[in-house]
Nanobody
């Protein structure tokens, strides 16, 4: 069982930056691949970023590529999402997720491929 708690959201002006954190409980954090997703009002949950079990592989949605960076600190059981050059269309509730069903070489981008979810942290970008 893994419990995830996100933090770091807030209100920022367009062009600004935020750093989201996702703290994971459990002793097998390094056994899970991690992802960030977001959901805006009236829209489906969408993939944002992925990081592999040991952090060797990352993958991003086209909409955030070059602006967002995902990383993980296994010693702290924490995953981060550094968000730069934020745009109003980045406004959403951001969730982190953990999964372990797919092999290490996989790139995992679908919500159904993740087993554990946090409660989310709100990011609002004003124009």
């Amino acid at each position: 069982q893994v419990q995830l708690v996100e933090s770091g959201g807030g209100l920022v002006q367009a062009g600004g930056s935020l750093r989201l954190s996702c703290a994971a409980s459990g002793r097998t954090f390094s056994s899970y691949y991690m992802g960030w997703f977001r959901q805006a009002p009236g829209k489906e949950r969408e993939f944002v970023a992925f990081i592999s079990w040991r952090g060797g592989s990352t993958y991003y949605a086209d909409s955030v590529k070059g602006r967002f960076t995902i990383s993980r600190d296994s010693a702290k059981n924490t995953v981060f999402l550094q968000m730069n050059s934020l745009k109003p269309e980045d406004t959403a509730l951001y969730f982190c997720a953990a999964g372990g069903a797919y092999p290490p070489q996989s790139i995992v981008t679908q919500p159904r491929q993740y087993d554990y979810w946090g409660q989310g942290t709100q990011v609002t970008v004003s124009s």
